[in-house]
Nanobody, 127 residues
Framework: QVQLVESGGGLVQAGDSLRLSCAASGRIIDNFAMGWFRQAPGNEREFVSAISWSADTISYADFVEGRFTVSRDVAKNAVYLQMNSLKFEDTAAYYC????????????????????WGQGTQVTVSS
């Protein structure tokens, strides 16, 4: 069973930065595609970023506009989302997700593409 635990959320001001972490149980980072999603109250969960099991494919949602960077540390079994120049509209619960590389050709950008989810970490950006 894959377990994912997000951390690093918090309350920040517009323009600030945050680094979210997703710690995975077991050695999965180099065998799973990993994704970041977010969900604001009243909205559907939406794609933010994804990284392939080999880290050679990375994608971002259009709204990221170069402000976020996804990365991973295989030795620490962790995936990160560095978020800079945060905006009020980035306020949401952020979730990481995983799917085994055998199931996908490239990291999915849809929620149904992932099999495992963390519990989320809240990011609140004050304007």
């Amino acid at each position: 069973q894959v377990q994912l635990v997000e951390s690093g959320g918090g309350l920040v001001q517009a323009g600030d930065s945050l680094r979210l972490s997703c710690a995975a149980s077991g050695r999965i980072i180099d065998n799973f595609a990993m994704g970041w999603f977010r969900q604001a109250p009243g909205n559907e969960r939406e794609f933010v970023s994804a990284i392939s099991w080999s880290a050679d494919t990375i994608s971002y949602a259009d709204f990221v506009e170069g402000r976020f960077t996804v990365s991973r540390d295989v030795a620490k079994n962790a995936v990160y989302l560095q978020m800079n120049s945060l905006k009020f509209e980035d306020t949401a619960a952020y979730y990481c997700a995983a799917v085994h590389r055998s199931k996908v050709m490239k990291p999915p950008t849809t929620t149904w593409g992932y099999d495992y989810w963390g519990q989320g970490t809240q990011v609140t950006v004050s304007s």
